[in-house]
């Protein structure tokens, strides 16, 4: 953090709790001498300005910034691509190649190639793919 950086989104200033009170962003369990604190709530807004992902941690517990990040690299990669990250996944690891996709449409939209997994019912839609 520099202490000249710019910052490009609005912030808001929310002294009196007027704002969290409307939006139902405050902590029913945790109350300081002024009322009710905050929780801690982050909302992830897409380019289509939808919120595509809410986290909302109760005020005594910090939020989880690789989470965050990890969150939004997911969210860029399946709105760019025709996948999904499973569980656990982290950035820079395989993600699953949407099943609606062809194996034809799968291989001209991954000419660097696939991993079908085996599964005892012979279908071959869990594909997996580094992109």
């Not at 409307?22 to 300005?49: F, Y």
């Not at 939020?63 to 025709?82: A, G, P």
Request: avoid cysteine; hydrophobic fraction near 35%.
């Amino acid at each position: 953090m520099q202490p000249d950086a710019k910052v490009n989104y609005p912030i808001i200033s929310d002294p009196n709790r007027e704002i969290i009170k409307q939006l139902n962003m405050v902590d029913p369990d945790e109350k300081d001498s002024t009322g009710n604190l905050p929780s801690r709530a982050l909302h992830i807004v897409g380019p289509d300005k939808k919120i595509k992902l809410s986290f909302l941690y109760p005020s005594t517990t910090g939020r989880n910034m690789d989470e965050v990040l990890r969150v939004i690299e997911s969210l860029q990669k399946t709105s760019k691509f025709k996948v999904a990250t499973p569980a656990n996944w982290k950035p820079g690891k395989k993600v699953v190649i949407s099943p609606d996709v062809t194996n034809e449409q799968a291989e001209e939209m991954f000419p660097q190639g696939f991993v079908t997994k085996d599964l005892p019912s012979k279908k071959e839609y869990l594909r997996f793919v580094k992109v």
